[in-house]
Each structure stands twice: as structure tokens, then as C-alpha cells.
């Protein structure tokens, strides 16, 4: 289960490094999708920041197994907040935001459960 939980979260940690820092560097198709859910660019900052900030927990939880929840349990919030902002537009395209909701609520069940056995 430990293995699990860390490739897990390191996976996750990456996806979420990718996606944050392509928020403030904003290439042209994050600023299609930002647009398409009238989102800010102080707001794109505000949401890269959280994923940077999840990054780093889910990687202080390779050392310290218990803090990686939170972080985890975060993004799921995170891209729950975001399939109700594409369906609040009337944008359909919220492919990436539903596999990201189920990575970070597979990755969140299995922290719980890693820390839970040990």
C-alpha cells in the first residue's frame, strides 16, 4: 500500500506542478480555457498558487505520510470547484478537470488507507 501511495502522490505532484506553473506562464490554450470559464489572470495566479502549494505538501508527505492528505483531499475540492465552474459557463470541455478530480480522489482514498494500516 505504501508504494501505492507514493507513486501516487508523486504523480499527482507532478501533474500538479505542470498545471500550476502553466498558470502563470498562461501559453495561448490555458488562456482559451481560463476565458471560456471567465477567469482573471490575478484568478489563474490565485489557482496556480494552490496547485504549487499541493505540490509541495504531497511531496512533504513522501517524509511525512500523514500531511499528503490534506493536500490530496485539497485537489479534490479544487477540481470539484472546477467542473462547477465549466458547468456554471456552459463549457463542456471539463475533460482534464474530471481525470484530475478522480486521480486526486483515488490518490486521497489510498493516503488515507496507507496511513490507516500503518
Known amino acids: 500500500m505504501h508504494i501505492a501511495a507514493l507513486t ?5 505532484a507532478l501533474a500538479m506542478l505542470q498545471s500550476g506553473v502553466m498558470k502563470f506562464v498562461r501559453p495561448a490554450w490555458i488562456r482559451q480555457f481560463a476565458e471560456a470559464v471567465h ?3 490575478p484568478q489563474l495566479t490565485v489557482l496556480g498558487s494552490l496547485q504549487i502549494a499541493a505540490t509541495v505538501g504531497l511531496i512533504w508527505g513522501i517524509w511525512f505520510p500523514p500531511f499528503a492528505i490534506a493536500p490530496a483531499i485539497g485537489l479534490v475540492l479544487y477540481f470539484g470547484g472546477a467542473i462547477i465552474a465549466h458547468i456554471r459557463s456552459g463549457d ?3 475533460v482534464g478537470a474530471v481525470v484530475f478530480l478522480a486521480f486526486s480522489i483515488v490518490t486521497s482514498v489510498v ?3 496507507d496511513v490507516l494500516v500503518a
Open 92 to 94: 463542456r470541455n471539463m
Open 111 to 113: 493516503l488515507v488507507l
Open 39 to 41: 477567469l482573471t489572470n
Open 8 to 12: 501516487l502522490s508523486v504523480l499527482l
